[in-house]
Structure formats: structure tokens, C-alpha cells
């Protein structure tokens, strides 16, 4: 079982950049794949960006490609999230997710994720 903390959430101008990270307790994080996901008012937990438990393999949606960067440091505990171009779409709550897989992949799926963070805000001003 993991435990996950997120933390780098805060208010930014358009173009702006932010990092954020997750801290995952335990001693199996190696053997997770990692995720971050966003949830904007009114709209569904829709993902952003995920990477597999080695870091070898990452994925994003169309809509961060390019801007969005997502790391791990499996000696750390702790999974990044580099978001750099920022868009007062990008505005949501973002969430860190994990699940122990023995899979060398990455996964897009919100249901596929057992572990979830508490959130942190992100907010992009225009």
C-alpha cells in the first residue's frame, strides 16, 4: 500500500510554469506506475500525464504534450509533474494516482489506478 502527498499547486500567470510533486510513502514504490490526472469545476477527472515504474516509459494527453513533463526518482518516493506554457485552461485541481503493476508500460485509464492523492490546486490566470 502506498500513501501519496502532492504538493506545488499555486497561482500562476498565463505562460507560466509550475512543478509539481507527489511524495509516496512506503518501500514498494519502485514498483508502481505513476499517473497525474486534473479535475476542473464541473467537469470529469480527466488525465494528464503518466509513467511507467522504471520512469523508461512516460504518456500525456494531446492537450499537455509538449509543455506538460512528468519524472520520477524511485530513491525519492516522489514523482514530478513539470508544467511549463500554462493556459487558463489548464486550471483544475491535479491529483497523483499509482498502482503496483509488474507491467513495463504506462496507463491512461482513471480507473485503472488504486492509490489516489488529496489534490493540489492549480490555478492559471489569464
Known amino acids: 500500500q502506498v500513501q501519496l502527498v502532492e504538493s506545488g499547486g499555486g497561482l500562476v500567470q498565463t505562460g507560466g510554469s509550475l512543478r509539481l510533486s507527489c511524495a509516496a510513502s512506503?518501500?514498494?514504490?519502485?514498483?508502481?506506475?505513476m499517473g497525474w490526472f486534473r479535475q476542473a469545476p464541473g467537469k470529469e477527472r480527466e488525465f494528464v500525464a503518466a509513467i511507467s515504474w522504471s520512469g523508461g516509459i512516460t504518456g500525456y494527453a494531446d492537450s499537455v504534450k509538449g509543455r506538460f513533463t512528468i519524472s520520477r526518482d524511485n530513491a525519492r518516493n516522489t514523482v514530478t509533474l513539470q508544467m511549463n506554457s500554462l493556459k487558463p485552461e489548464d486550471t483544475a485541481v491535479y491529483y497523483c494516482?499509482?498502482?503496483?503493476?509488474?507491467?513495463?508500460?504506462?496507463?491512461?485509464?482513471?480507473?485503472?489506478?488504486?492509490?489516489w492523492g488529496q489534490g493540489t490546486q492549480v490555478t492559471v490566470s489569464s
Open positions: 494516482a499509482g498502482l503496483m503493476t509488474s507491467s513495463s508500460g504506462w496507463f491512461r485509464a482513471r480507473n485503472s489506478y488504486d492509490y
Open positions: 512506503g518501500r514498494t514504490f519502485s514498483r508502481y506506475a
